[in-house]
């Protein structure tokens, strides 16, 4: 832990819950912030809004527990782009378990729900794999990545600084370049560094923002429009060592209209902390 | 399509959704059929009980519509494990689109929500992928797999002969039957063909069930107690063509008492068809 700061992590401060007006409701304010492209809130980050919720509803009536709770497997539905500004989260705790409980969340703005999501909440060991692993992506230093990333933006649609740019420092891969510039390699696959910019440390719940930072993978197959995630899925593993994350985002399979697109995300040990797979519409050519 | 039959079956037979007495709930009839360890109905099934109430719920008070619309994603949560015989399905249509539907509906026993999922409904094409392939899973042929999955199972916790083997045909790849006679590869990788008993075609409603159809690929590396899944993501890619499905599931991380696996689904000419992420509660050792 860091020593506390007067001034909160803007991460922090912009996914605060306060008790609402009705039983297991969170009032939110959805920050300017953490908007990509069309003033939208990024979607990571209403994940981590969200999450927050579930555990706020999980703590609400629990009993006293020694071990510290996080979501550690979260389905997102995306139903309408929330804007930013207040919004409601209604919580309904489906289950209370002793290994997990399981949340259910809605996000609501004039009263429609706009992303509807089912959070388990567990405790996260802090001990390596008991079986398997995930290698870690290889990539270059997180300062190379850094200085090649400063260039070229201006080709990506709608990704010409966008607000998040600002709360989130994303080193990418000079390998992966090529569709800043506006030509894509076709390999369909991102790498990068990623750290907050005001220096905030990696947590369970940061690292639900982190599963969907980036942009669409498929930036790498063709620079289409937008790439509405319909229904992402996010697994938290362990927790964070300090340092920057680094992540993979790769487009599987385009039929159809869609693709499924997965992230894994290592901390600065190489231990896998956090994988996410997502289904999103997609329009080619 | 093949000839109507006088007696349907029995995957139709067992996902069959009346009305329900209220508005977007639906009545259904869990089937011993489809159970698997001490009775409880088997995953998959369930969530193609849920997306056959997904499709009724989107078609009621729908305009008439030229696509045939299908389960294109869906994700679960497995709250608790509910019983064969009567249940209920309440539905909410949380959006309905021209390109895509989305649905929430829960399972219900004694008013307690046992399942709870969010289903994308839209139309799948029936064409070769734009982008992208994940290269099928290679394993000896149906019959040369069938006969070596007659052996063993006795040494299987809880699977010495499930009803469910009487619905679903399962043909493993001799190479990862070590786990039947109790002693795991450590692989964590099952491999198997698919076909349903009663010779019912592979549509994209039954790849619900075919996505969990398979014991927990950790058994490949641990004959542990049974592997309960709190939450399953399931993405259905095409159109199955006729024949048996050959599906590869593989568990990639155990770590805090949770395990991450992957299915991924084929159809007889090799396409890709289905995919599915899971976590899992496991207790090793």
């Known amino acids: ?27 939110v304010e959805l920050r300017d912030e953490f908007t990509i492209v069309n003033g939208h809130p990024n979607g990571g980050y209403l994940l981590a809004v969200l999450g927050r919720s579930a555990l706020a509803a999980v703590a609400a009536g629990a009993p006293a527990d020694d071990r510290e709770r996080h979501v550690v497997a979260a389905t997102a539905t995306y139903v309408s782009p929330p804007t930013t500004g207040p919004a409601v989260v209604r919580t309904d705790v489906l289950r209370r378990g002793r ?14 729900v706009t992303v509807d999501v089912v959070m388990t909440v ?35 649609p709608g990704f010409d600084e966008p607000p998040l740019a600002k709360v989130l420092r994303v080193s990418f891969d000079p390998g992966v370049l090529s569709f800043l510039s506006g030509e894509p390699s076709g390999q ?47 697994y938290i593993r362990a927790l964070p060592a300090p340092g920057p994350l680094r992540v993979r985002f790769r487009a599987n399979v385009i039929a159809g209209g869609f693709v499924d697109e997965t992230a894994d995300v290592w901390d600065s040990t190489g231990r896998l902390v956090a994988q996410s797979t997502q289904m999103a519409a997609i329009r080619l050519g």
């Not at 832990?1 to 009032?27: C, I, K």
Request: hydrophobic share 45%.
């Open 1 to 27: 832990m860091e020593p506390t700061r007067d001034v909160p992590h803007l991460f922090d401060d912009a996914t605060t819950v306060h008790p609402g007006s009705a039983d297991g409701t969170w009032d």
């Open 99 to 112: 290994t997990a409980s399981q949340v259910r969340a809605a996000l609501v703005q004039d009263d429609r």
């Open 122 to 156: 567990a405790a996260l060991a802090d001990e390596p794999a008991a079986w398997g692993s995930v290698p870690p992506v290889e990539l270059p230093d997180e300062a190379t990545c850094r200085a090649d990333s400063r260039t070229g933006r201006s080709a990506l």
């Open 188 to 234: 369909g696959e991102l790498r990068a560094w990623l750290s907050l910019a005001d220096g905030r440390a990696w947590d369970p719940l940061s690292l639900l923002f982190a599963v969907d930072a980036l942009p669409p993978a498929t930036f790498e197959v063709a620079l289409t429009g937008w790439v509405p995630t319909l229904s992402l899925t996010a």
